[in-house]
């Protein structure tokens, strides 16, 4: 049976078809990085790492790309309140982002392209578009003209007449159509700008993500991924701008995954009632989390509280204990046990699981397959005579449905203190001697180990994550 998975364009499951067989090209659009990342900001990346881990545990080859955002407004106005560079502000929140997201689980892309690092795809884009007469020029801005792409609006299923225009600039005069949205701004003194045909500027936000799924992935790719709150006008502009110039579709499919909310309302940096990834996993631990985060389907909308927190917490420690029990009796009991029907009632826990996961990735029934295999697995532990054998299948079926979910139910050895220095001061040897991959191994090393490191004038600072 293919996968199947829930378009966002057609409205619809449909089977999953890749454009190449056995290949998956998949593209998340990332974060604007002016600021640390909420705890709903954390839900895609945690949600989009289990699609592509299914993915690859179903045998494709999956091309993940997931691009950064670190030149914006909003940048420009946190660098001008901390009187800092615009590149300063991105990288430390770049690597904060790294640092919170592979705390919780989440492999890093296979390309995490930058907005600065892509202009001259960018500006080539654009002028190809004006070329094709689907933008034009106006006082160094550059415009799409959305009414001329007959099929604007069809992500989001609504009319063009119904469309408020803007995303993060307000409505220009200079626009021949409200409804025109902007692939270009003219410099403002004192900002950050490149050279283009239209003067010294910088990229609206739209243009940013088609030019780089252009770039890295080609004109047509199998999935588009991100939050539900960038359906429109993010994805609507994207989809309008990259078929105006190729004529073909952008995505074959097109996800977005549900809202974190408090009190029912929606999480978020503008509305003041977020709070920060990173004060959550102190409190709660990264792993817990990520729990959480899986034990609802990715487009349903979640109530976040400590309570509930604190529940997933029980839910994983009974996972945990279940795999700790087998595994002591494993290492401490002779094999005495008969192999009977076990290991056909083992191997049906993994049909049972790649069914529901083949339902549009639902990872809440994943995670209930793995309750019930605990629950069989704490029978079979109830017998008094077990087999090594058995026994290592639940082990084994156990470590195969978590390393789909990005889930550890296996206790990890504490790197000590001393442990810790000494792996410091080895990264910082090779940072003397600027051999900066030995030393980005050893940070993503400790990273893995809960271990967070940060880089101040005063030298290097580490903290349990």
Same mark, same amino acid.
């Given at each position: 049976? /293919?996968?199947?998975?829930?378009? %966002? ?50 045998? #494709?080859?999956?091309? #993940? ?14 660098? !001008?309140?901390?009187?800092?560079? *615009? ?39 654009? %002028? ?7 933008? #034009?020029?106006?006082?160094?801005? *550059? ?7 007959? @099929? ?57 993500? %088609? ?12 999935? !588009?991924?991100?939050? +539900?709150?960038?359906?429109?006008? !993010?994805? @609507?502009?994207?989809?309008? +701008? ?10 074959? #499919? ?13 999480? %978020? ?169 030995? /030393? ?26």
């Amino acid at each position: 049976m /293919a996968i199947q998975l829930y378009n %966002s364009l057609t409205k619809k499951k449909e089977a999953f078809v890749p454009i190449e067989e056995g290949k998956v090209k998949m593209y998340v659009c990332g974060p604007t990085v002016y600021n640390y990342i909420h705890i709903g900001n954390a839900r895609p990346p945690i949600v989009y790492d289990m699609v592509r881990r299914y993915f690859e545990y179903r045998g #494709y080859d999956v091309t #993940y790309v997931s691009n950064f955002t670190d030149v914006d407004d909003k940048i420009i106005r946190a660098a !001008h309140e901390l009187g800092e560079d *615009v590149f300063e502000v991105a990288n430390r929140f770049i690597e904060a982002y790294h640092q919170d997201t592979c705390s919780l689980g989440v492999k890093k892309a296979d390309i995490h392209p930058r907005v600065t690092e892509t202009i001259p795809e960018i500006i080539d884009f654009i %002028s190809k578009l004006i070329e094709k007469d689907y933008a #034009y020029e106006s006082g160094g801005d *550059v415009y799409f003209r959305t009414r001329k792409f007959k @099929e604007y609006g069809k992500l989001s299923s609504q009319s063009i007449e119904d469309l408020r225009s803007g995303a993060r600039i307000e409505v220009d005069e200079r626009k021949e159509d409200s409804l025109d949205f902007v692939l270009w701004k003219a410099a403002k003194e004192g900002e950050i700008s490149w050279e283009s045909p239209w003067g010294h500027g910088r990229p609206g936000w739209h243009i940013e993500c %088609s030019a780089m799924v252009k770039k890295y992935l080609g004109d047509t790719i199998d999935i !588009h991924a991100g939050g +539900q709150d960038l359906s429109f006008p !993010h994805h @609507e502009n994207e989809i309008a +701008q990259s078929e105006a110039l190729t004529g073909k579709p952008m995505a074959n #499919y097109w996800l977005h995954n549900g809202f974190i909310n408090i009190n029912n309302e929606k999480m %978020s940096k503008s509305l003041g009632n977020f709070v920060l990834a990173n004060e959550i996993i102190r409190q709660h631990s990264a792993e817990v989390v990520r729990f959480f985060m899986l034990t609802a389907h990715y487009r349903s909308p979640i109530n976040f509280s400590d309570e509930l927190l604190e529940g997933a917490r029980n839910g994983l420690e009974r996972l945990k204990t279940s795999v700790s029990s087998l595994k002591h009796r494993l290492n401490e009991s002779a094999d005495y046990g008969e192999v009977g029907d076990w290991l056909d009632t083992i191997s049906g826990f993994k049909s049972r699981f790649i069914l529901e996961m083949d339902d549009d990735f639902n990872s809440a029934n994943g995670i209930a397959v793995l309750f019930d295999l605990a629950k069989e697995a704490n029978r079979y532990l109830r017998e008094e005579q077990t087999s090594k054998k058995v026994l290592t299948a639940f082990i084994e079926q156990f470590q195969e449905f978590a390393g789909v979910l990005g889930l550890e139910l296996e206790e990890q050895e504490t790197l000590l203190d001393e442990d810790i220095e000494a792996l410091i001061e080895k990264r910082n040897q090779a940072r003397k001697e600027r051999n900066f991959a030995l /030393a980005d191994d050893i940070r993503d090393q400790l990273k893995e180990q809960g271990i967070l490191l940060e880089d101040t004038a005063q030298g290097v600072r580490w903290k349990r994550g």
